[in-house]
């Protein structure tokens, strides 16, 4: 029964810290993500890492991009879609160079350095996606372009660690051509199902004699495109976002939206924002602690500035430039899972591995906040004119 005081303890103090980062002028997911900390094993150790959490917010996190995808107005979408590939490229390259360099000058090897590059080349919106509701700018422009950008990102990074693991680590027998295939495959079905299956699929359900019909047959369509992103080598959250996407273009999209909201943010949400911080331990880092400072401000500048030349390039101004890089700097549970992804294949050693995922965390930690100060000043030169 340890899995009910774990979900107690969550529920409580992340609305108590949520509350209390709101009232410091911070986002209220700042205050969710550093109760991880607090109760994990970083500080007080209450709450382990362990299955009920990590699938608990695997829910969370394919939920809170299912809402983000309801919410997405897709004619904006399509309109910033330039903006969000050079967003991508851009918050790739420089994070790439970054990272590589970091690596090189604290003496780890050539193809050490490489997958360094690539962890901090990654990209995890779902912080993001909570911060951009709390300010209402998810369906501003900037806000499209950070989603269609995280999307673009998820498929290149993908790509190249393939492309790392085949060449660099135990992963010969991958098929570049096979990956970039089945990405094909993913947003070709996806594309048809949403325009051809899903509206016919809810409204034969709506009229099924059982409890809740639309919101049952909503949540099916979310594990249904998130489980198929899986099969096909992408993140899950990419198909439920996508899912999101086409449930918003039928008439079921505001019910599902009210319904949806209370079942992810009561329960699962709040536990993939404390699964984050349950990830940091400071044991036998205190060596490393010039390597993590360095890593994790270079993770963020690189971010933020690749993010923003990409925006600037096609057409935005600085503040809404800044604005977008801003909202790619964190790394989240996508580098985590690729670093956990190359320490198994030898091409993260395992001394670093731990200061490599506090890196990552630092770089959820400190998304939120300047998310927060680079929309504002964004909203406030839009309201002087």
Known sequence: MEFILYLFLILFLTKIFGHLSTLLGQPSVLGKLVVGILVGPAVLGWIENNDFIHYTAEIGVILLMFIAGLETDLDQLKETWRSAFAVAVGGIILPFLGGYAVAEAFGLGHNHALFMGAVFSATSVSISVQVLKDLNQLNSREGTTILGAAVIDDVIVIILLAVMMSFLGTGNDISISMLI???????????????????????????????????????????????????????????SFAAGLAISQTSFKHT????????????????????????????????????????????????????????????????????????????????????????????LPEAYFTSVVIAVILTTLIAPPLLKYFFSRTAEARDSR
């Open 181 to 239: 295939g089945k990405k094909l495959i993913f947003f070709i079905a996806t594309i048809l199902a949403g325009w051809l299956i899903v509206p016919r699929f809810m409204k034969l359900f709506e009229r099924i004699s059982v409890t809740e019909p639309v919101i049952t047959m909503a949540l099916v369509v979310c594990f249904g495109f998130a489980y198929f992103a899986e099969k096909m080598g992408m993140a899950a959250i990419i198909g």
């Open 256 to 347: 599902v939206e009210s319904k949806i909201e209370p079942i992810a943010y009561s329960i699962f949400v709040p536990v993939f924002f404390v699964s984050i911080g349950l990830n940091v331990s400071f044991a036998g880092t205190l060596n490393q602690l010039g390597f993590m400072v360095v890593l994790t401000l270079v993770a963020v500048l690189t971010k933020l500035l690749g993010g923003a030349l990409g925006a600037r390039i096609t057409g935005m101004n600085t503040r809404s430039s800044l604005a977008v890089g801003s909202g790619m700097i964190s790394r989240g549970e996508v580098a985590l899972i690729i670093a956990a992804t190359g320490l198994q294949a030898s091409l």
